[in-house]
């Protein structure tokens, strides 16, 4: 142990490089796996405390299918036996006024104060809701920061508009929230909304405390018996469990990127480390011929890996758990995008965590050790150390290689299952680490032909730059070829995801040139996940019904609806100038369509029957279609108006698509909209800006993929680095021999530059067809499997053509600036070493 | 014999830095060699053999003094300037033969001649001259890997011949080789003095190899 921390720290003060090259690569990986992890965890607990906050931390939560329930029907149910307490809560999407417009705010409605007759002063009979808001009077409203700073701002902002009604807050006393986010939210007593606002007295959700006397299941059974079927009632693990399911897309493939990240580190630490090997190979004889056993040599190299595992996981963390910072914004993003607000939590260190990156950091060193060990413990006593590769890889173990590489190829191909990825995420990111490792087995036979394609041209006096690289790559085949492998894997990552958002970014944007070519789009403040209740106003359906300059128009009503314990949507599409509804008992004209990610988690396509519950009991459907709708993933079924006034009651419109006629300007006509109905806070926008919406809204979906990209791109410059100096390293003896016969700086520095770009132009090469592989899975499999949706493939040439222009430039650039100082100095020394 | 020396050394220092301490290695060192002259020079270890041959090559410089070869004054030159100078006019072989491991044998020799931009033809033409003359014709298509270490320093000997270069500077030729490998390479340098009129410059810590040499030059720590 003695010698071994001798040895390694003699090691270290000569080549200090090196080791750092080592350190900063692990670390680099592990503070992208940890930024992940820490950004996944904050942002997921951020979205369940949310979530637990407005359950009141209930033992279930009653709900309707169709998301409303009368708010009489709190008193009935805390007449119920056993149960102890009940609290309605409620959600709407409210309008502020302004001196300068009008602002969205999410307008939450909680019964603050106790229903049930148990002691009001005894904490531990109050849920954390109750216990919280119990000192709060009707007359307070909770807002969040951001709210209270508009408020604040002395810019008229206090006029508030839900449902139609408005009050105005400056009359409230205001208190900041910051468990209501970064948005415009607040929280206000129900009595007090429904009194001010919710003139139908409707309400989203009753949570339930139950008496422990009596068991839970029980307890449901009873209720329902009362109720029917068209209610719900869920607990916290089901709710748990319909959260653990929303947002498993996102976490698996989350880790999918980490892990990738993970692979590209282990590549880097081999590649400088199996240097390192090299350059000790002396060592390892000398030791040898003194009496060392292998195993010596495998100890030795084994605490050096762990040492350097350590410290390069310990720094990951750190530098992790800042990145983290920022992760989570994006990813925060990312959720509220796609799922509901989350407050960002502060990112905190846990034990777990850090313990989790330390063993990662320890087993990928170790792991990337084991085969240059193995060497060592090989290297005879009689070896010449002459500080070149010796055990090259000829081309029969290329071919083992491709052969392995094309077998892994076709088994990841017949695992790609839809069935078997949903049902096990794991399987997803090993097919997706296995489809890499077969496509860059290919690479050492292609490598090896290169350059024995290439070397016969190269035997011409003015080509003795090309001669001379090549030559370097075939004696560093090997570490050449695992080069190659790190930057094309790193690159690859990037092209894939690029390729990836760009094909949906493509389908999404073609699906809303055909579904949204209206010129104007009029609708009531945007709904938080569509949870609004509020519908245009009749006049202004009229208006519009009967204005000239309207050639068409679609009405449009979404509402939430429990499926199978999951929400999903269901949406509805009435021609405007048509006439009158027809008869709702006219069966023939009620017609369903489902979409392609209801489709996918339901196990469900055309032809088939759906049941769907309505107040007056199941009814089923035959499904017409199945349809390509990037709207949510969730699911969204389709109905005729008929078909949806027989399932939730009335056809309320809540949105209007128009087309106008030729001569008509959208803005004037928008103008005109807002002239004759001054007091609507309507949200009009026309159809380019509808489509910029729905494009800002997918971006801000895929934000945390664009920091994933980011993220691989300091990867693929990291490894550019490393190899550059590696190659300088590598070659000291080289160049200083011919620098010795008399070659110039510029002809050396051209040596250099060719052999980086040769290894460039292999890495995007292979990054390309990497980067294609995996996108197809991504689209045609992962999407499928988790999201359902059609995406149609399509490569983004631009994108892919400057990452890879940009590429050549930056190895160019490095390697003639490094050059410099690399060859001018030390010439004596090194034409002294052997 | 041309009545300028072909190489002029006059009050050449050198120093190095050990540690804090800097140690002189070459004082007012002066040197004539003239044109087609072979002088071997010798002495311990650390008495600034290889450093003298170093910056006679331009590959180190001189902390005072001046160094002229074939009348320019090498110490003046940029590195860039030295290199080309060096490509031209000097051949150099070294102690470890520093042949560049994975070219063979026959482009290990063609390598300055590429650099200096020849003609192929000429160039092969010249390079099977020098192998055949230094013996290792048949062995032009091996490794460096796959030859003795007599051979690689014939190689050495004809890649430093290659672009016929006036002045060939060998940094103990036979230091890693057998007294009949040595004794090989030692006749080469004659037969290339007599063939080619080089100049050479031989540094040895073996007194006896100096037998072929017109002279002997002694370096010691004290005084040449």
């Known amino acids: 142990m003695n010698f071994a921390f001798r040895y390694i720290f003699s090691s270290a003060k000569k080549e200090p490089g090196r080791i750092l090259l080592v350190v900063l690569g692990l670390s680099l990986a592990i503070a992208t796996f940890c930024a992940i992890r820490l950004a996944n965890d904050v942002s997921l607990r951020s979205f369940e405390s949310t979530a637990r906050f407005l359950r009141g931390n209930s033992d279930l939560v009653l709900s309707s299918l169709s998301g409303r329930i009368d708010f009489e029907l709190v008193s009935f149910v805390t007449n119920f036996p056993g149960i102890r307490s009940a609290s309605g809560r409620l959600e709407r999407a409210g309008l502020l006024s302004g001196d300068s417009g009008h602002e969205h705010v999410r307008v939450l409605a909680l019964d603050l104060l ?28 909770l807002v969040s920061p951001a709210l209270l700073s508009l408020i604040d701002s002395k810019l008229g902002y206090s006029v508030l508009q839900v449902e139609g009604h408005s009050i105005d807050l400056t009359r409230f006393t205001l208190l900041p929230l910051s468990l209501l986010g970064d948005d415009f939210s607040l929280v206000l007593d129900l009595e007090v909304y429904l009194d001010r606002f919710g003139k139908d007295r409707e309400i989203d959700a009753i949570d339930l405390i139950f008496d422990q006397r009596q068991s839970l299941e029980q307890s449901k059974s009873e209720l329902f018996e009362i109720l029917g079927p068209y209610f719900t009632l869920s607990s916290e693990e089901e709710s748990k469990e319909r959260l653990a399911t929303l947002t498993e897309a996102l976490r698996v493939n989350l880790h999918y990127m980490a892990a ?19 350059r000790r190979r002396a060592d390892f004889s000398l030791l040898k011929s003194i009496g060392a056993a292998p195993g010596t040599l495998w100890r030795l190299l084994f605490f050096e890996a762990v040492l350097l595992g350590l410290i390069g996981a310990v720094l990951g963390y750190g530098l992790g758990y800042t990145l983290a910072v920022f992760v989570s914004a994006d990813l925060s993003s990312t959720i509220k995008a796609l799922y509901a607000q989350v407050v960002v939590q502060e990112v905190s260190f846990t034990l777990k965590s850090f313990i989790e990156a330390i063993l990662l950091g320890v087993a990928f060193s170790v792991v990337s050790v084991v085969p240059i060990a193995y060497e060592a413990s090989r290297v005879t006593h009689i070896g010449r150390g002459s500080g070149h590769d010796e055990m090259r890889v000829d081309s029969p173990a290329n071919l083992g290689w491709a052969l392995a590489g094309f077998g892994i190829l076709m088994a990841s191909l017949a695992l790609s299952d839809l069935t078997l990825v949903r049902n096990y995420p794991g399987l997803g990111l090993l097919l997706a680490l296995l489809l890499s490792v077969g496509v860059l087995c290919l690479l050492p036979l292609c490598f090896w032909w290169f350059l024995k394609a290439v070397r016969p041209f190269c035997q011409h006096p003015g080509r003795v730059a090309l001669l001379l690289a090549i030559d370097h790559m075939t004696s560093s085949f090997r570490r050449g070829s695992v080069t190659i492998a790190s930057v094309a894997l790193a690159l690859g990552m990037f092209i894939g995801i690029t390729t990836m958002i760009s094909s949906f970014r493509g389908s999404v944007s073609n699906w809303m040139q055909e579904t949204s070519d209206g010129d104007v ?37 979404v509402v939430p609806y429990r499926f199978s314990g999951n929400d999903i949507f269901v949406r509805s599409y009435q021609p405007l100038l048509d006439s009158k509804a027809q008869n709702m008992d006219n069966s023939q004209q009620c017609s369903l369509a489902v979409s392609e990610s209801f489709a996918r988690r339901y196990q469900v396509d055309s032809g088939q029957e759906l049941a769907l519950t309505s107040s007056k009991g199941a009814i089923r459907y035959e499904i017409k279609e199945v349809v390509a709708d990037y709207s949510s993933e969730r699911g969204t079924v389709y109905l005729s108006p008929q078909c949806f006034e027989q399932l939730l009651g009335s056809f309320e419109t809540q949105a209007i698509s128009l087309k106008l006629d030729s001569q008509t300007d959208s803005e004037e006509f928008i103008t005109e909209i807002r002239d004759l109905f001054p007091d609507l806070p309507l949200q009009i926008r026309d159809g380019q800006g509808l489509r910029d919406e729905v494009i800002e809204t997918f971006d801000a979906t895929f934000k945390i993929t664009y920091a994933l990209q980011t993220i691989s791109l300091i990867l693929v410059s990291f490894i550019i680095l490393n190899t550059i100096l590696i190659l300088f390293f590598e070659r000291k003896h080289e160049f200083a021999t011919l620098r010795a016969i008399g070659a110039s700086l510029n002809s050396l520095r051209a040596l250099a530059v060719i052999e980086a770009l040769i290894i460039s132009v292999l890495a995007c090469i292979f990054a390309f067809i990497l980067g294609i592989v995996l996108s197809l899975f991504l689209i045609y499999v992962i999407n499928l499997a988790y999201f359902g949706w059609s995406v149609v493939f399509s490569i ?11 590429t050549l430039i930056l190895v160019a650039a490095l390697t003639f600036i490094l050059s410099k100082g690399a060859l001018q100095k030390n010439m004596q020394e090194a034409l002294r070493y052997e | 014999m041309d009545s300028e020396p072909y190489i002029e050394v006059k009050q050449l220092s050198k120093s190095f830095k050990v540690g804090a301490t800097t ?15 072979f002088v071997g020079i010798v002495g311990k270890s650390g008495s600034g053999k290889s450093t003298l041959l170093n910056i006679i090559a331009g590959l180190e410089l001189a902390d005072g003094g001046e160094v002229r070869v074939a009348g320019k004054l090498i110490s003046t030159l940029s590195s860039e300037q030295s290199a080309a100078f060096r490509l031209k006019n000097i051949g150099i072989t070294f102690q470890f033969f520093h042949l560049l491991p994975n070219l063979s044998l026959l482009e290990n020799i063609l390598v300055p001649g590429y650099l200096i931009g020849a003609s192929r033809t000429e160039l092969l033409k010249r390079a099977h001259d020098l192998a055949r003359w230094v013996e290792i014709e048949q062995l032009l298509h091996k490794l460096p890997s796959q030859v003795s270490g007599g051979e690689l320093q014939r190689a050495a000997v004809a890649r ?25 390479v030692m006749q080469l340098f004659s037969d290339s003095q007599s063939r080619f009129n080089t100049t050479i410059l031989m540094v040895t810590h073996d007194l006896e190899l100096c037998s072929r040499a017109n002279r002997t030059v002694v370096l010691s720590k004290d005084r040449t």
């Open chain 2, 160 to 184: 430093s011949l290659v672009n016929n270069p006036a002045l060939l500077l060998a940094d103990e030729p036979t230091g890693n080789l057998d007294s009949e490998s040595g004794e090989h």
């Open chain 1, 521 to 557: 789009y009029i609708s009531l403040p945007g709904p938080y996940q569509n949870r609004s209740t509020e519908r245009l106003p009749v006049n202004l359906i009229e208006f519009l019904r009967a204005s000239p300059v309207v050639s068409e128009g679609t009405q449009s009503v």
């Open chain 1, 114 to 141: 106790k229903n049930s007759e148990f002691d009001y002063y005894n904490p531990e009979a109050l849920s954390d809701r109750e216990q919280f808001f119990s000192v709060l009077s009707g007359e307070t409203i």
């Open chain 1, 260 to 278: 990738i990240a993970l692979f590209v580190a282990m590549l880097v630490v081999y590649h400088v480390m199996s240097f390192l090997g090299v």
């Open chain 1, 796 to 806: 983004s040439w631009q994108i892919i053509g400057v990452t890879f222009v940009v």
């Open chain 2, 23 to 37: 140690q002189l290695v070459l004082d007012t060192l002066d040197l004539k060699v003239d044109r087609g002259e």
